[in-house]
């Protein structure tokens, strides 16, 4: 029984996706001579002659792995910066916008380096930077990377050029995965639960940790393998760079809570060393905060602050980020920290190395997600609509002429689109607007309107022929929404859409455009999955549990139904009351009806290998690990009204019958 409910919570908490390789090289095309015209005009409008990042990013090396290559425990290929040897040309190919080429080669300088005595940086082993602080009796580490595999590797790196102290603490900075998931490669958890090992994070860091791989986890991990180009191959028509750091690294999340929660903006001495925190709540991240080290004179910054322009909205999903806020955090660093700072880190990227420059980085990123968000404000103010926003915000040329404020991961377009949602939703207030034809049904009855397929198609090439791509992707999208079988419409929809990507500075935008371009060639690219995340599944709130049962209730079985269930979680004394009515699916906690249904008891440990595919629920009853007292049926049937949601839904073509 229930085989269903066995596999619907698999992308519900922190379930890992690899993906195969796409050798879309062989099928890709090149460049035209309008993309690449376009390209060769970036040379013209950006101050490539400044070369300074380089010298930063590569001042005090001390070492890396051959390749940076790094296996895990199985041997598994977890990173590997051999792929993106291509890099090493200076000029970047015509299938490459030169400013993103730039910030590619940037994030392929990789290794270990020093930011001043006692202090050093793991760069480019994973999305995220690993900080290493010596200490009085052993090692800081800051933010381990996305994997134990990466993280491991990043540590023993470090070890062969210092010396061998154990770590006494780990800090992570915020709460998303790239500066947590590696934690169990630098320590391990019965050290931490011994008291060998403090570990410290912001406020409200594991709500927020675990939240975002719940609710909307399963939607949010298909759209990130278009925001990060999950599958591409490394190349120069291929990937090139995330933006915010060279890829993802490969592997199973792990999570070891924390010890202690550190206090807003407090001052703490962590094995002899003085740090000063400034939280960031509600920025970046949910949950964040950056931190002071006297004795340095180095501040971190986390994420608040990076080498380019970070997502207000990600284009993977996400709550819209508070732009405005964003902006005054980094002023307060600003004010608390910067005449007493030598040196710049953050948690991804590169060091600034002098005050001078400390200043005007702060000031330029303090400056350019408020103007962002004011000058987004002002022109909704006005009446204009996402649309024309961002096609007409530009930044003022004083930013723009910054690298530090370039689109390499956020966009100006979709991030003022972004600040527009989170004051205005999705409404733009034209009634015609209001109730719109679902999108396949416009989508067909658009192309009747405008000749049919055959007239849309002759009409497309020329537009493409012209170096119209943008027009001509938004068209094929509607025609491959009429009619998916449509092979001309998704081959033209994937050349507009390569070309695009071809000129994208944004590596999210390239990536998006061409993992679109391989699904319209190709179909969907499969996914394996990894398994469930076991820390994450120990670290689960039960009630983000019921709350992640009742998004996936199916109305149509539910229809009719009224259960009312009593769950109780007996070893962590948690009782909740679940009510199933108007197919909807509510629960209250501490609270048992004596009039239930059926009653079900169980330890922690049973639901977690449930989840973990490690047995089923009707395994455990039989096994008597789970006790049910009423109408077995009632618990069964409550269980088989969950749907699973498919990993790998489509996202170029219709989802769900064809017209």
Do not use: C
């Not at 169990?184 to 090992?197: F, L, M, P, T």
């Not at 990227?349 to 330029?364: K, M």
């Not at 404020?405 to 999705?426: D, E, I, K, L, P």
Request: charged share 20%; hydrophobic share 40%.
């Amino acid at each position: 029984m229930l085989p269903l409910f066995k596999k619907a919570m698999l992308t519900a908490f922190g379930a890992g996706l690899l993906f195969p390789m796409i050798a879309q090289a062989e099928t890709s095309k090149p460049a035209t001579d309008v993309t690449a015209q376009l390209n060769q005009a970036v040379l013209n409008e950006l101050p490539f002659s400044d070369t300074r990042s380089f010298e930063d990013a590569r001042r005090g090396f001390l070492g890396a792995l051959p390749d940076g290559r790094v296996l895990d425990n199985e041997g598994h290929v977890a990173w590997d910066m051999a792929p993106y040897a291509f890099l090493q040309a200076d000029a970047a190919p015509d299938s490459v916008n030169p400013s993103l080429w730039r910030m590619a080669q940037l994030n392929a300088i990789h290794g270990l380096f020093e930011v001043v005595e006692g202090m050093y940086q793991v760069r480019n082993m994973d999305l995220s930077n690993m900080t290493i602080i010596e200490g009085d009796s052993g090692l800081i580490i800051i933010d381990p990377l996305l994997t134990p595999a990466t993280a491991s590797a990043g540590l023993e790196l470090y070890y062969q050029h210092r010396s061998r102290k154990p770590v006494v603490a780990v800090l992570y900075t915020h709460n998303h995965a790239d500066h947590f998931g590696g934690v169990k490669g630098v320590v391990n958890e019965e050290d931490v639960r011994a008291g060998k090992v403090r570990i410290y994070a912001p406020e409200g860091f594991m709500e927020h940790a675990i939240a975002e791989n719940v609710i909307a986890g399963n939607a949010m991990t298909r759209r990130a393998t278009y925001q990060f180009g999950a599958g591409l191959t490394p190349g120069v028509r291929g990937h090139v760079d995330t933006g915010l750091g060279k890829a993802l690294g490969s592997g199973g999340l792990s999570l070891i809570a924390p010890t202690d929660t550190v206090p807003d903006n407090a001052n703490l001495t962590i094995d002899g060393i003085e740090i000063d925190f400034q939280m960031a709540h509600g920025t970046e991240a949910e949950s964040e905060m950056m931190m002071y080290f006297p004795q340095f004179r180095v501040l971190n910054t986390a994420e608040i602050t990076s080498q380019h322009l970070h997502n207000i909205y990600t284009i993977r999903g996400a709550a819209i980020r508070d732009a405005s806020s964003w902006s005054r955090f980094i002023d307060k660093v600003l004010v608390r920290f910067a005449d007493r700072t030598d040196i710049l880190v953050a948690q991804h990227h590169w060091p600034i190395w002098n005050p001078e420059d400390i200043t005007h980085f702060l000031e330029v990123q303090r400056d350019l997600y408020k103007y962002i968000h004011d000058q987004t404000v002002r022109m909704m103010n006005r009446g204009m609509l996402p649309g024309d926003i961002a096609e007409n915000l530009q930044l003022p040329e004083s930013l723009n002429q910054e690298w530090s404020a370039r689109g390499y991961y956020g966009t100006v377009s979709h991030n003022a689109r972004g600040v527009y949602q989170r004051y205005m939703g999705w409404y733009d207030a034209n009634p015609a607007n209001l109730n719109p034809l679902p999108p396949r049904e416009e989508s067909r009855r658009t192309i009747d309107y405008m000749g049919g397929e055959a007239e849309v198609l002759r009409k497309a090439r020329e537009d493409f022929a012209d170096g119209d791509y943008r027009w001509v992707a938004s068209v094929m999208r509607d025609l491959v929404y009429a009619n998916p079988e449509n092979r001309e419409a998704r081959e033209l929809g994937a050349d507009a859409l390569e070309q695009l990507g071809y000129q994208a500075e944004a590596g999210t935008w390239r990536s998006a455009y061409l993992v679109g371009a391989h699904e319209l060639r190709h179909g969907l690219i499969t996914p394996k999955h990894v398994g469930l995340q076991p820390d994450l599944m120990q670290a689960l709130q039960i009630s983000m549990f019921f709350d992640s049962m009742a998004v996936r209730i199916d109305p149509e079985k539910a229809a009719g139904e009224h259960l009312v269930i009593n769950w109780s979680i007996t070893d962590q004394g948690e009782d909740y009351r679940l009510n199933l009515q108007n197919a909807t699916l509510t629960h209250r906690s501490g609270e048992l009806d004596e009039r239930a249904h059926a009653s079900v008891s169980m330890h922690r440990a049973v639901l977690d290998n449930i989840l973990l595919q490690k047995t089923s629920f009707p395994e455990a009853v039989e096994s008597g690990e789970i006790q049910v007292e009423g109408a077995v049926d009632a618990f069964f049937g409550l269980l088989q009204m969950l749907e699973k949601p498919p990993a790998n839904f489509s996202i170029i073509e219709p989802v769900g019958e064809k017209p």
